[in-house]
DNA sequence: TTTTAGCACTTCAATTAAATGAGTGCTAAC
DNA sequence: GTTAGCACTCATTTAATTGAAGTGCTAAAA
């Protein structure tokens, strides 16, 4: 159990060290902060503090830094998201100002924008769609040649490709594609209209038509297209500035890993705090142990939970960033709402 | 006018500076090369050549690198096109082996590959589609309250948009607007049509309706999304392996400077020769003045001319990449005549 | 028992000095 | 015109020096 004077010594090293980037001694602390002992006291409590593992040193006679235990006692009992200045309330107010049309777009503004407000990268993944069923399926020609499918959920997304038809292909086969689909498919969930493409409908199709050959595999592309995750990265450049001896190599496999979309969702899917916190090894990715992740969800109506995330260092200001993240999830969650009910009143 | 013996030291400096990275000195050109002189011959040599401004020291006891001059005679008079080995192209042929659908995928397609191939960053500018002209447009009903806006090109592009329409919104005035942009606006070239959705259309819209206010703005950002520059960077990290003493703030603005899309497909569009080499400061972009670009166009059928590039460093090995480019320009050209030829061969 | 002043000790970071070596320019001879 | 030889230059590496920041420990004070 640790005392008032250990926790605020704690404390204020936590935020000195996020202040200057530098370990924090003795003599700092007693000028830094209104703790009534001489740094004497001091150093002996830092001693406790690292037996207990809340802090440790760079090297055997530096001062001392926050451990990964340090900050995650910090974030669960010491840390009071900090208010949101109003500046700031009114830029992410007016970044979601304009209409938007797709969800997509909101998945990458809300990115840039937090991105841009916090100075660390952000990771916005949008909500999921799997479970949405699909409500509508068209055909339209283009052309003598082209030929556009569009696919329509009841969540209101809308997913489209266009293909080439072959030559002398009798368009009223087209009809009966989409006849068949809307037989077949529509109405039904999207996990299940998966299963039907693989099985029942080549069948189908085939038994109406021989031309269709390459025509599944435009088709079921235009499914998988649907189906993955919406995801954002933003400010994966801002990683330069924080982290300024961070080598090439640790860089690039930061940066590939973003790349690798895959993961990335796997990292935010399905939490259930609104905002979560995870620091260093606590994201179990080795590239990433001097990292923390602060995750929040948002609720984006009937579209289900969507999830933005700032990655930055893990001596980050936790508790402006929290109130920021909190300010932030309301606002979008706000705005997608919104929308869909100024839809219902015009 | 340079001697034979020259020639032959200037490019081997280029050769062996591309090879080792390092200012060449006189030993080292007398050990790597054939040339029979000594070492205080072709010192003196050398003192000619970087009088005539085709090499320059690091330092005043450093061996010799070329100049930007130096490089510019190199690729204009000594430079042979290498022979590209057989991998290569299968590696290059075998990219382009999947159909594609729209001709953005090959957009992003060919920079993966074309960087992936040279280790540098590479850049791919898809064929300017200004000139070409509408040839449909048609509002298509999703549900009760989404419409999805399409536009074609006589070129075969296609753009799409979705938005959502008033509550109580008549449908008879959707076709209303198509039948209005088949008179007016089918078959003008999109320049033209650019013009008159400014003046005209606004006007006649709203004799016809009143509730279709904000639609115009839409149906405008459509028209914007079509003409927008196709173009897709790949590659950007490799720039941190050939550039190790580059710092931080240069490569920002460098990164930058590649999103800002505009003055990128300045650099990229309307060339003449099928292959160009820009040599730093020739580029006119002060941050990249330590960087050549290698640009080639690419024949793409009925659709135009597009580019695709390389950026790497001043001492890039230019032999081997020209040539290689010009297998790519080939093979690019080629498959999307297959693609268009295929279509009417069904 | 807790706190504090004082001091010896450790480590990093920055500075200076010296040594090394690759490479040049120039001169004088071939 | 070419070359051997030599003095000189400059970047890079290594080692030594110093100062600042900070610690742990001891012994005295509270």
Do not use: W
Request: proline share 3%; hydrophobic share 40%.
């Amino acid at each position: 159990m640790l005392t008032e004077r250990q926790i605020s010594i704690l404390k204020s090293i936590v935020g000195l060290f996020t202040k200057y980037g530098q370990p924090i001694g003795s003599k700092t602390l007693l000028e830094e902060t209104n703790i009534v002992a001489s740094s004497a006291t001091i150093r002996n409590e830092m001693v406790r503090l690292e037996e207990l593992g809340f802090l440790q040193k760079t090297h055997s006679s530096s001062g001392r830094i926050p451990s990964k235990k340090g900050y995650r006692f910090y974030v669960d009992y010491l840390l009071r998201p900090a208010k949101v200045n109003h500046d700031e309330v009114e830029t992410i107010q007016k970044a979601f100002d304009n209409p938007f049309f797709q969800l997509d777009e909101i998945v990458v503004k809300s990115a840039e924008v937090l991105s841009n407000l916090t100075s660390y990268t952000a990771i916005s993944l949008g909500p999921e769609i799997k479970e949405s069923k699909l409500t509508g399926f068209r055909l339209v020609p283009l052309n003598e040649r082209k030929v556009m499918a569009i696919l329509v959920t009841d969540k209101g997304h809308v997913e489209d490709q266009i293909f080439t038809v072959p030559k002398g292909f009798d368009l009223n086969n087209l009809e009966k594609i989409v006849s068949l689909f809307n037989d077949q498919l529509v109405g039904r969930p999207l996990v299940e209209v998966f299963k039907k493409l693989q099985d029942e409908v080549p069948i189908l199709i085939h038994k109406y038509m021989h031309t269709a050959e390459g025509m599944m595999d435009l088709i079921n592309e235009l499914f998988i297209k649907t189906a993955r995750e919406r995801i954002h990265i933003g400010g994966r450049m801002n990683m330069l500035d924080y982290s300024e001896n961070m080598d090439v190599d640790q860089f690039k496999s930061i940066y590939s890993f973003m790349d690798g979309k895959h993961d990335l969702s796997s990292l935010l899917g399905h939490q259930n705090e609104e905002i979560q916190v995870r620091i260093g090894n606590e994201l179990n990715i080795d590239i990433l142990e001097n990292f923390s992740l602060i995750s929040a969800t948002y609720d984006a109506d009937e579209l289900g939970t969507g999830t933005i995330a700032i990655l930055g260092p893990t001596s980050m200001p936790y508790s402006k960033m929290i109130g920021l993240m909190d300010v932030f999830r309301n606002e979008l969650s706000k705005k997608i709402v919104d929308h869909y009910h100024s839809m219902d009143d015009y």
